[in-house]
């Protein structure tokens, strides 16, 4: 199948693709003789499976790897497992900071809704941002 026809059934436009192969997640298909790309019918899936693992969070260059496993003939499901495990960890650690800025800012809400702006500008920039100096 041509470039076209097979980005309106994978649903992603051609410069896609063209990306894809210049990126090593599809491989180049053979040229027709007029020097038309001739994509196999299960290009459809290979672009489909790329786009799920990319909204799974995967990096290009993960989904790389997981279809160089598939490619050389074996099951990738262990190293996406790992994928999954580290991806997982990095989110909950990222939950964990979120939560650390939100009880900031809740915070820093708080010193603003105390902040009367007639006693700010006492030479420093913000009030509300500066954290007052600790007494001794």
Do not use: W
């Amino acid at each position: 199948m041509r470039i076209g026809v097979l980005a309106a059934q994978a649903g992603v436009t051609a410069k896609t693709i063209r990306f894809y192969e210049d990126a090593g997640l599809l491989p180049e298909p053979p040229r027709t003789s007029g020097g038309y790309r001739h994509y196999p019918e299960e290009a459809v899936l290979r672009l489909a499976f790329i786009r799920d693992a990319q909204a799974a969070g995967l990096s290009l260059a993960e989904i790389r790897g997981v279809l160089a496993i598939r490619d050389g003939g074996q099951a990738p499901c262990a190293h996406v497992t790992d994928l999954i495990d580290q991806h997982l960890a990095q989110v909950e650690q990222r939950l964990v900071e979120l939560g650390q800025a939100r009880d900031a800012l809740r915070a820093l809400k708080r010193r603003a809704a105390a902040t009367d702006p007639a006693n700010c500008g006492s030479g420093e920039v913000c009030t509300i941002l500066t954290a007052p100096a600790a007494s001794t």
